[in-house]
């Protein structure tokens, strides 16, 4: 149970932090001792009430420490001013909280405003912040929260917690009351964004798939914040520290290790494509010398414009590519996981998902037999863990018989 | 997914709806001036129809019509402004973390202002500590009208979504500032809505200053119950009626006009 982290000055650092609330015997939080490196995401996982939100908050001190201490990028801020230091944090509730009757461009604009920027870099920023979060600010900067998706509401929610590009953003179930689709969705953007922005973040959820998606670093926690174990997605899948934490991840833990490899880890296949100007004859031709029912039509940037088939083709009675065939549909991007790329090529009418670039350039496909492959690499690790396990069981055994 | 994605739908931004749309809600709060013109119109004709013997002309001249019209007006505009700046500081100071012991004390006392009959108080200023006129009947007034007003403060402000408070102040807004911008503006429809309740209450409570040399409608109706003449307590009821509806409707305007976007 590695409870600090392998860096040598963590840009968070709490010591033997403890809050026992008023009138209460057990401390929520008792004496937590953590390290989180700079530019990761850690992630603050366990069962209800075990106290990670008391946790977090106490990091930007919505919650005063009962004792401790709080060290943020080797400055002893425990006794600092609450105010100037939340403003270096960014903070993000489950609820969102957007200010109702403040439009989208107010909202993000509150932390600039109060550091006293000018009108024009406040506007500038504004702009820039909603374009990373994908939101046309043309459209939405004037509008107030309620004309808005939930989707929406929880991606202005991060634009509003990064808006004045704090180092350390503090996220509480962030994407905890939204769909499962959208969810997904916003997991995937989130961190790509994480790839560009690079925070240090400490990110709350009970959710064992999210902690394991999301995660740089996990904190597996029970009753009083007590650390369980903290360690990377892939030791606490493959090496869990007890029945606690096993029992934690549940079963199908090799399943849940399709959330940890990503497109981009594995060797992409290929599916026949042609350029967007091709004769439907042609593109039959190319059709038959390759395996696969359908072309994918690339536009002249490369992304994929068309799904068409065989007997689009056969049909296409003169009409240009583009009007025949299907849509671009389960296109998934590198750093996607296994399972997103899983549960798209499932439902997907050709049964593969197309991989894309940043910038929506065609990459190649995932297909059944590229997650089967991964699968079983993964599975021969499991077996030795197994193996592990039942001689760590029999030990045990051994030991309370005798 | 892809960048193209459309991201769930969404409802049209209030930028362009019909264009007719922005000028209904007038047409609408028009039309209760018109019916109170009406009203006003079919009481001076009654009036003139009528042979007025030299009491009812004394006391039904434009003049005094005029003049007690104006003073009921004052009356009832003193009092809301007091009770304004009461009740909606008093509101803050009571939704405070640290007031949380005062509450309920100051809770009991406002109940009080407001179950003791006004009359009855204003008797008392008048009898106990020789207190008359226009002073002594705003006192009575905003005793009265206290209530609603710092009720509502209260509720408004303890009604704002807990959310937005700990989001703003997770963001570094001070106590001070988070009040000032989430927790008033976020509050102002409720408040309003208690000063709009404190404000007709004021009207139709302010015929009593009449009792204590407080002037005001009420006037004339005291005076035709004490001379028999039923054409003038009329007037005074009829013209306190018409006040407090117009002033309602002014109200609800304003709360309509006053409500911060975005609710
Ligand atoms: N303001 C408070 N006053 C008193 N007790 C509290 C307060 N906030 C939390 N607690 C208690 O502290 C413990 C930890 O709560 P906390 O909210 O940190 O749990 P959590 O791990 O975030 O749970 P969940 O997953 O349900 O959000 C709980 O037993 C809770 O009842
Ligand atoms: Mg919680």
Same mark, same amino acid.
């Given at each position: 149970?590695?409870?600090?982290?392998?860096?040598?000055?963590?840009?968070?650092?709490?010591?033997?932090?403890?809050?026992?609330?008023?009138?209460?015997?057990?401390?929520?939080?008792?004496?937590?001792?953590?390290?989180?490196?700079?530019?990761?995401?850690?992630?603050?996982?366990?069962?209800?009430?075990?106290?990670?939100?008391?946790?977090?908050?106490?990091?930007?001190?919505?919650?005063?420490?009962?004792?401790?201490?709080?060290?943020?990028?080797?400055?002893?801020?425990?006794?600092?001013?609450?105010?100037?230091?939340?403003?270096?944090?960014?903070?993000v509730i489950?609820q969102i909280g957007l200010f109702p009757h403040m439009t989208i461009a107010e909202n993000i604009a509150t932390v600039p405003k109060l550091?006293?920027w000018d009108a024009q870099?406040v506007a500038a920023r504004v702009d820039e912040l909603l374009t990373?979060v994908?939101m046309d600010p043309a459209e939405y900067r004037g509008r107030y929260p309620k004309e808005l998706s939930g989707g929406q509401r929880q991606r202005v929610g991060v634009a509003r917690a990064?808006s004045?590009?704090?180092?350390?953003?503090?996220?509480?179930?962030?994407?905890?009351a939204?769909?499962?689709?959208?969810?997904?969705?916003?997991?995937?953007?989130?961190?790509?964004?994480?790839?560009?922005?690079?925070?240090?973040?400490?990110?709350?959820?009970?959710?064992?798939?999210?902690?394991?998606?999301?995660?740089?670093?996990?904190?597996?926690?029970?009753?009083?914040?007590?650390?369980?174990?903290?360690?990377?997605?892939?030791?606490?899948?493959?090496?869990?520290?007890?029945?606690?934490?096993?029992?934690?991840?549940?079963?199908?833990?090799?399943?849940?290790?399709?959330?940890?490899?990503?497109?981009?880890?594995?060797?992409?296949?290929?599916?026949?494509?042609?350029?967007?100007?091709?004769?439907?004859?042609?593109?039959?031709?190319?059709?038959?010398?390759?395996?696969?029912?359908?072309?994918?039509?690339?536009?002249?940037?490369?992304?994929?414009?068309?799904?068409?088939?065989?007997?689009?083709?056969?049909?296409?009675?003169?009409?240009?590519?583009?009007?025949?065939?299907?849509?671009?549909?389960?296109?998934?991007?590198?750093?996607?996981?296994?399972?997103?790329?899983?549960?798209?090529?499932?439902?997907?009418?050709?049964?593969?998902?197309?991989?894309?670039?940043?910038?929506?350039?065609?990459?190649?496909?995932?297909?059944?037999?590229?997650?089967?492959?991964?699968?079983?690499?993964?599975?021969?690790?499991?077996?030795?863990?197994?193996?592990?396990?039942?001689?760590?069981?029999?030990?045990?055994?051994?030991?309370?018989?005798? | 997914?892809?960048?193209?994605?459309?991201w769930a739908t969404v409802r049209p931004p209030g930028t362009d709806p019909a264009r007719g749309g922005r000028w209904w809600p007038w047409i609408g709060r028009l039309?209760l001036?018109? #019916?109170?013109?009406?009203?006003?119109?079919?009481?001076?004709? &009654?009036?003139?129809?009528?042979?007025?013997?030299?009491?009812?002309?004394?006391?039904?001249?434009?003049?005094?019509?005029?003049?007690?019209?104006?003073?009921? #007006?004052?009356?009832?505009?003193?009092?809301?402004?007091?009770?304004v700046?009461?009740?909606v500081?008093?509101g803050i100071?009571?939704t405070?973390?640290?007031?949380?012991? &005062?509450?309920?004390?100051?809770?009991?006392?406002?109940?009080?202002?407001?179950?003791?009959?006004?009359?009855?108080?204003?008797?008392?200023?008048?009898?106990?500590?020789?207190?008359?006129?226009?002073?002594?009947?705003?006192?009575?007034?905003?005793?009265?009208?206290?209530?609603?007003v710092?009720?509502n403060t209260m509720v408004g402000l303890e009604g704002v979504d807990p959310a937005v408070l700990e989001a703003g102040k997770g963001m570094g807004l001070s106590?001070r500032q988070v009040l000032r911008r989430l927790e008033l503006p976020l509050a102002v429809p409720v408040i309003l809505a208690g000063i709009r309740t404190a404000l007709?209450?004021?009207?139709?409570?302010?015929?009593?200053?009449? &009792?204590?040399?407080?002037?005001?409608?009420?006037?004339?109706? #005291?005076?035709?119950?004490?001379?028999?003449?039923?054409?003038?307590?009329?007037?005074?009821?009829?013209?306190?009626?018409?006040?407090?509806?117009?002033?309602d409707h002014l109200a609800g305007i304003a709360e309509d006009v006053l409500k911060p976007k975005g609710l």
């Amino acid at each position: 149970m590695t409870e600090t982290g392998p860096a040598d000055r963590p840009m968070i650092r709490l010591e033997e932090l403890t809050k026992t609330f008023p009138g209460q015997q057990r401390p929520a939080v008792d004496a937590l001792t953590l390290d989180i490196p700079e530019g990761e995401i850690v992630i603050l996982v366990g069962p209800s009430g075990c106290g990670k939100t008391t946790t977090m908050k106490m990091i930007n001190r919505i919650i005063e420490p009962t004792s401790g201490r709080i060290l943020l990028d080797g400055e002893d801020v425990t006794h600092a001013d609450p105010d100037q230091l939340r403003r270096r944090i960014g903070y993000v509730i489950q609820q969102i909280g957007l200010f109702p009757h403040m439009t989208i461009a107010e909202n993000i604009a509150t932390v600039p405003k109060l550091l006293g920027w000018d009108a024009q870099r406040v506007a500038a920023r504004v702009d820039e912040l909603l374009t990373t979060v994908r939101m046309d600010p043309a459209e939405y900067r004037g509008r107030y929260p309620k004309e808005l998706s939930g989707g929406q509401r929880q991606r202005v929610g991060v634009a509003r917690a990064l808006s004045a590009d704090p180092d350390v953003m503090l996220m509480d179930e962030p994407f905890g009351a939204i769909d499962p689709i959208t969810r997904d969705r916003l997991q995937n953007e989130f961190l790509r964004l994480q790839a560009q922005v690079r925070k240090t973040i400490v990110f709350v959820t009970h959710d064992i798939d999210e902690a394991i998606k999301m995660g740089d670093r996990i904190a597996i926690l029970r009753e009083g914040s007590e650390v369980v174990q903290y360690d990377t997605p892939e030791t606490i899948l493959t090496h869990p520290a007890n029945d606690f934490v096993r029992d934690f991840i549940g079963s199908g833990a090799s399943l849940k290790r399709l959330n940890l490899s990503r497109v981009r880890d594995i060797e992409l296949s290929h599916w026949p494509t042609v350029p967007e100007g091709t004769s439907p004859e042609e593109a039959l031709r190319v059709l038959r010398s390759a395996p696969g029912s359908a072309v994918l039509v690339l536009d002249a940037q490369g992304r994929p414009r068309r799904w068409v088939g065989a007997t689009d083709l056969q049909r296409a009675d003169g009409r240009r590519l583009d009007q025949i065939g299907m849509h671009p549909e389960a296109i998934v991007e590198p750093h996607a996981t296994l399972s997103d790329a899983l549960n798209e090529l499932i439902t997907a009418r050709y049964s593969v998902a197309t991989v894309v670039d940043g910038n929506g350039v065609y990459q190649g496909v995932v297909d059944i037999d590229r997650i089967t492959e991964a699968i079983r690499t993964m599975r021969s690790d499991d077996q030795r863990t197994a193996r592990r396990g039942l001689d760590e069981a029999s030990d045990a055994a051994g030991s309370r018989w005798s | 997914m892809t960048a193209s994605t459309d991201w769930a739908t969404v409802r049209p931004p209030g930028t362009d709806p019909a264009r007719g749309g922005r000028w209904w809600p007038w047409i609408g709060r028009l039309a209760l001036p018109v #019916v109170l013109a009406l009203v006003l119109l079919a009481l001076w004709l &009654y009036v003139g129809s009528q042979e007025l013997d030299s009491i009812e002309a004394r006391s039904l001249t434009a003049e005094t019509i005029g003049e007690t019209a104006a003073r009921h #007006v004052a009356l009832t505009a003193v009092s809301t402004v007091l009770v304004v700046a009461l009740a909606v500081p008093l509101g803050i100071l009571l939704t405070r973390p640290f007031t949380r012991r &005062y509450r309920g004390l100051l809770l009991t006392v406002a109940n009080i202002g407001q179950a003791v009959p006004t009359i009855g108080l204003l008797a008392l200023l008048a009898v106990a500590f020789f207190f008359l006129g226009f002073w002594a009947a705003v006192v009575g007034l905003v005793a009265y009208a206290v209530l609603p007003v710092l009720r509502n403060t209260m509720v408004g402000l303890e009604g704002v979504d807990p959310a937005v408070l700990e989001a703003g102040k997770g963001m570094g807004l001070s106590g001070r500032q988070v009040l000032r911008r989430l927790e008033l503006p976020l509050a102002v429809p409720v408040i309003l809505a208690g000063i709009r309740t404190a404000l007709v209450i004021n009207v139709g409570t302010a015929t009593l200053a009449a &009792y204590i040399n407080g002037g005001g409608l009420g006037t004339l109706i #005291v005076a035709g119950f004490s001379t028999n003449r039923f054409l003038v307590s009329l007037t005074g009821a009829v013209l306190t009626a018409v006040l407090a509806l117009l002033v309602d409707h002014l109200a609800g305007i304003a709360e309509d006009v006053l409500k911060p976007k975005g609710l």
